[in-house]
C-alpha cells in the first residue's frame, strides 16, 4: 500500500516551453502532497506544500509564476515547469500525506527528470 | 540555511562489513528520520527515531539520536551491495511542518 507515481518520469523539452508533472496518489487519499527539487548529487529542497483545495504554500526563493501546482483532488497534484530554461533541468520529486498521517509521514514518489535544451 | 549536514559525502566498503553514516542538525527537532534512494529513484523510508529515544533498531539498521549533540547516526550491519543508494536523514523542526534533508551518503557496497 502506500504508492505514490509520477508521470513522466523523464521528460526532455524545449527552452521557453511548458511542461506538466503528474504526482498521483494510487491506494490512498492525499491531504497534502509535496514537491521538492533535486540537483545531481544533492539533497532535496522542498520547493512547495499543496493542500487539496486550496492554493499550494511556496518555500522562500521558489517562484510561485515559473512552478504553477495544481492539487484539484484528493489523488492527483501537478507541478507545471512554465516557460522553462536550462537551468530548471533538475529531479523533481512529489510526496503525499494521506489524510489524517502526520505530515512527517511522507510517501515519495518515483522523480521526474526534467531535461530542458 | 537550515539543512543537516552528513558525513561521510561518500562511503565506500565490501559486503559483509558495516557501514556507519552520521547526520548532524542545527536546530531543536521532533523526531528524525532516515531514507535511502536508489540511483535517479524516489526516497524509500527506512527508520524513525523521535527526540525522546535515544536508540532504534530495524533489522540490519540501527539508529541512534544524540540531541544534546544534534546527530544522529544510521549502521548498516552486514552490509549487502543491494544496500548500494544515497542515504538521507530529514529532520522535522519543532514548529514547523516539513522536512528538512541532510546533504545525502553515497554508499557503495562492492561485492
Known amino acids: 500500500g502506500a504508492v505514490v507515481s509520477q508521470h513522466p518520469s523523464w521528460v526532455i523539452c524545449k527552452s521557453g516551453t511548458s511542461v506538466k508533472i503528474e504526482c498521483r496518489s494510487l491506494d490512498f487519499q492525499a491531504t497534502t502532497m509535496f514537491w521538492y527539487r533535486q540537483f545531481p548529487k544533492q539533497s532535496l529542497m522542498l520547493m512547495a506544500t499543496?493542500?487539496?483545495?486550496?492554493?499550494?504554500?511556496?518555500e522562500q526563493g521558489v517562484e510561485k509564476d515559473k512552478f504553477l501546482i495544481n492539487h484539484a483532488s484528493l489523488t492527483l497534484s501537478t507541478l507545471t515547469v512554465t516557460s522553462a530554461h536550462p537551468e530548471d533541468s533538475s529531479f523533481y520529486i512529489c510526496?503525499?500525506?494521506?489524510?489524517?498521517?502526520?505530515?512527517?509521514?511522507?510517501?515519495f514518489g518515483p522523480g521526474t527528470r526534467l531535461t530542458v535544451t | 540555511s537550515q539543512q543537516g549536514e552528513e558525513d561521510p559525502q561518500a562511503l565506500s566498503i565490501q559486503e559483509g562489513e558495516n557501514a556507519t553514516m552520521n547526520c548532524s542538525y542545527k536546530?531543536?527537532?521532533?523526531?528524525l528520520q532516515w531514507y535511502r534512494q536508489n540511483s535517479g529513484r524516489g526516497l524509500v523510508h527506512l527508520i524513525l527515531i523521535r527526540s525522546n529515544e535515544r536508540e532504534k533498531h530495524s533489522g540490519r539498521l540501527r539508529v541512534t539520536l544524540d540531541t544534546s549533540k544534534k546527530s544522529s547516526s544510521l549502521l548498516i550491519t552486514a552490509s549487502r551491495a543491494a544496500d548500494t543508494a544515497s542515504y538521507f536523514c530529514?529532520?522535522?523542526?519543532?514548529?514547523?511542518?516539513?522536512?528538512?534533508f541532510g546533504t545525502g551518503t553515497r554508499l557503495l557496497v562492492s561485492p
Open positions: 499543496s493542500n487539496e483545495g486550496s492554493k499550494a504554500t511556496y
Open positions: 510526496s503525499a500525506r494521506e489524510q489524517g498521517a502526520s505530515f512527517y509521514e511522507q510517501y
Open positions: 536546530t531543536s527537532i521532533n523526531n
Open positions: 530529514a529532520t522535522v523542526r519543532t514548529g514547523f511542518q516539513k522536512l528538512v
